[in-house]
């Protein structure tokens, strides 16, 4: 007993000193893994694809960049034992599950036969869809969500953890790939497309099964890997088991034809396991039996499970492991990139940092390499630093600090306290006992992490007032009696950022609701949505924030936030406008939305609000009105009346938009009508003309009719219009009584002049035959006698083409056919009249002979307001003195296919510094260096691609100019600004 006892005493206090001269001998700092221009990704939990669960969560396992908390290791691919106890626990629903993954990702061309031929989606496809189901693979995805496009150019770090079941015959492998993610069609289900590789051989362990760390670098310098915003990198680790002898014993068995024997072997392994007393022999004839039942199911899809299939699943299944996801086996990888991390919604984080020989805590993320180190005995340690920049409410907080210990006689129980405090005191403590270390720990460095849960939080709506100070304090509350053992904080640094986590919410000081009008924010293309937020305060704050944030936006959108900032006493409220209009005022903005938040905040808290706004076809106004030329009109019997009707398009819709209108028109008298029915695609603002035409009966006994015209809208038939319009009917047939009357005055004439006698009842169309042949011959020498002609003209080339800076010279003729000589004038008009032309003639006043002739020369000149394609009639007019008649000719002169040319000059911007939301005015002229006119010119001013503003319908004369101001309002960053002239 003596002697045992002298054993345990020698074997203490060489352990005591072993613990006293480790310091020495093992370097302080922690190993260099990352510098300021890396970004750290940690493995997580491992959710594989599932065929039962095809969502945008299955097979959707993100990478973080926090470092993990929890104590227990993930592993893949899982273990068929959990080594608990001396007796392991069979690892049954998990190992199964994997099991049912191993089959289709081995089967899965061989269910249904499945063949490039018969698929509409490539092999390569469905090749990259089911390695998602590869049961010894591990990908995790990382979506860079920065708007500033990336490049990663150089090494990047794989540190993995590997649990070792390599034998000096048959090492596993590790293969690690980094590829490109696409999201299939949105579906969330990510289908990869590789970029490079690497394979490393596992190295075998003493004692199988031990946990070693790796470093596997992958050089993508000349890979070109380019991360945009919602770029997709997937990060694989896949073990590859090597051939062991149980699947070399069970190949051979298949290749002599056990297979039935095996499995009936293996079924009566079954029964008789699951008949023993022992729970863990129960579990483990259970999971075989279970294994058996999944086997004949895929039996039935026509895939047969043999020995060398059985085999393969022996190697997988005494394969090495990747381990992952916990605060003890990080597993990491480490891009050559520094990506910003946002602080998330309602957490703030302070990380520990020495800063001279000041304590502080602070917001920023370490980025050194050098792990800063403070031993803790007797003394507390405090780290202090500035308050939230917002009062928050304090609901839950956790201290996450890495430490060096070495505890590997638990002679007594090491205690340590963290407090956390304000200016107001304590706010809650925490507390915790520090577990045995082991031996393989004194001869390495540890960065345990701890977590010290302040659960005690002592008011449960504690605020935490903005900018009041903090503190961390950390002492060791039970300690052991000798002080041999010492106790180091890691912190600031990549590797051990120790930090102060905290969970808040926001106040309720600031509050505020909103209206909107049109109350349901639905709007027609270019429409806007005035919102008016109401807010309130409980208190003073030097300055409240109205922003708009944008969550998602399908379409043109501006926003105008009428006050960005106000000032608030205690109590009261005030009213603060936000515009939300959209840009496209065509059919192409139907169906575009936006999700936007309402974030008003100042120091004293904050407030958001949802709200969204929709382009719709519901929110359309649908209007219309009619106009005719004649409200009433004056008919005689037996003659049609025709009123000219006029539907104009009042909706408030898309500027290309229209309309349709069914017609009706009614008459008191039930008097016939004819029109169309139907009225077709009316564009909004435009007219469309309808002609009613009504026949006035000739039998009639009504002095007046009233014709009612109703249009309605087809696109809502709500929508109509009507306009009454009056028929007068004057007189009785006055064409009959006409004739009646003639008729009867030459009857009377042919009796008179014995005509009857001769002709009969005949006599007095004969009569008016007679005096008709009289009366067309008398006509005809009066036309003779007019028609004579005083003066001829003769023009070869009467219609000329010219360039706008040219002249059209017309040579005419002019000849006296008659027998005296005249004295002719000269005149020269154009038609249409117009700005656009100068026309003269030389000479204006001429002599000429009997039978002579004289030239005269007429000139045609454009003017500068001439435009493309213009043209002019110019008529020659021939006055002979002493005759009233006049006699013309006319010339046609154009000008030829030509277009305005237009320069943009004297381009300036105030003020000249751009600042977010300022409002800017740009100045510029617009120049037109040709001699024709523009018309119709459109000016344009698009930021970043959008447009902002426009000017249209500008009319600019030859060699003339406009002034051009146009306002807008500044982005963030880079201001891209386009002027962009044409003309329509």
Known sequence: MHSRRTGLGTFIVFSLVFMLILPAIVPSGLAETSNASTNILHFTEYIPFSLDSLDAESGSTQMSTDIPTKTNDSEWPPSLFVKNKLIPTINKDEWLSWFGLWTIYKFALEFGDITEEDSEIPIDMLSSFFELMNPFKVTEEYLYTGAETREINGNVLFNLYLSSSSKPLHKDSVKISISNGTDFFGSGLILSQEIKNTTTTIKPTIIPGRIKPYLITLDLSNEHVVLKENSILLFSVEIIPSERTIGNILTKLSERGFEDKALTIMGKLSDFLSKRKITKLQDLGATLKEFLNMSDLIGE??????????????????????????????????????????????????????????????????????????????????????????????????????????????????????????????????????????????????????????????????????????????????????????????????????????????????????????ADAKIVPGGIIDYTLNITSEGKDPKININVIQKEKIGGWNIVTASESIVFSAGGYQLVHVLVDSTDTTQDAYDDSLDMIFEVSGKTGKATAEASALVTRAAITYDLSIRVDNESLDVKKGVNATFNFYIKNNNIGASDDDDSYQITVTSKNGWEKKYIQTVSKVINGKERIVQVTVSVPTDTSFSSDTLTFKATSKGNSAASAALTVTIQVIGNNVLYDFFDAVYKFFDSAADQLGLKDTFGSDAAIVLALILFVLFFFIIIVIALLLTQKVVKFQCIDRIQEIDPDGEARFEIVVLNPTRKTRTYEVFATRRPVSSHWDASVEPQKLVVEPKQSITIVVTVKPTSQIEPNDWVETIIRVNSLGKKKQTEIQTMTMVTNVKAELAIKNMFHWPRDFKEGERITTSFRVENVSKVSARKVKVSLTINGEEKNKVEDLIIPGYGYAEITIPWIAKQGKNDIRVTVNEQ
């Open 301 to 518: 899809d026509g895939v047969n499970l043999t020995l060398a299939d059985l085999a393969d699943l022996a190697d997988g299944v005494l394969a090495s492991s990747f381990i992952f996801g916990s605060s003890t086996h990080d597993s990491t990888v480490t891009l050559p990139l520094s990506i910003p991390i946002e602080q998330k919604e309602n957490e703030i984080t302070y990380y520990l940092h020495k800063e001279d020989i000041v304590y502080q805590m602070v917001t920023e993320i370490p980025t050194s390499n050098t792990t800063i180190s403070e031993k803790l005995k007797d003394t507390t340690r405090t780290w202090s630093g500035n308050g939230p920049v917002q009062s928050k409410i304090l609901k839950n907080a956790e201290a996450n600090i890495y430490m060096d210990y070495r505890n590997l006689i638990d002679l007594r129980k090491i205690t340590l306290t963290a407090t956390l405090s304000n200016e107001g005191g304590v706010i809650s403590n925490s507390s915790i006992t520090l577990d045995k270390t082991k031996l393989l720990d004194l001869i390495k460095k540890n960065n345990h992490l701890t977590t010290f849960i302040f659960s005690n939080i002592n008011d449960k709506n504690k605020e935490l007032i903005y900018d009041e100070p903090l503190s961390l304090d950390i002492a060791i509350a039970d300690g052991p009696q000798l002080g041999q053992r010492t106790i180091q904080i890691l912190y600031d640094s990549v590797d051990c950022p120790s930090s102060l986590h905290l969970f808040v919410e926001d106040t309720t000081h600031i509050k505020f609701t909103y209206t909107s009008n049109p």
